[in-house]
């Protein structure tokens, strides 16, 4: 089972992370490397290309959007045996973050048939 695990940021301003806590989300994340869990991981530019498709002709669009304040800021892509084991991984990571807001969702690939 494959989870798009998502950090959120809401526009807080944060504290630059710390010695510590670098060397230890890179020990998280290498321990996640290493047993094959971890398929992707990176940060995500707040600015986005927006596109609309109108009878299958795609356009780059620049708006109307509702105000946001919040955005994607992060990502991981990982691979579990259950969803209980994705929530226990996006726990292990908040308990080294400390605060934040984040969603997990289930991604589907051609192999899959989701399931209600």
Do not use: C, N
């Amino acid at each position: 089972m494959r989870f798009l695990m998502m950090t959120v940021d809401d526009g807080t301003p944060q504290e630059q992370p710390d010695e510590a806590l670098q060397a230890e989300m890179g020990a998280f994340i290498a321990e996640l490397s290493r047993s094959g869990v971890l398929l992707a991981t990176g940060g995500l530019d707040p600015r986005a290309t927006h596109i609309v498709a109108r009878d299958g002709k795609a356009e780059v669009v620049d708006g109307p959007f509702s105000e946001s304040k919040e955005f994607v800021a992060g990502f991981a892509l990982i691979e579990t045996r259950t969803e209980e084991e994705a929530i226990e991984l996006s726990r292990r990571f908040w308990s080294i973050v400390g605060s934040g807001r984040g969603t997990i969702q289930r991604v589907y690939g051609p192999e899959d048939t989701p399931t209600p």
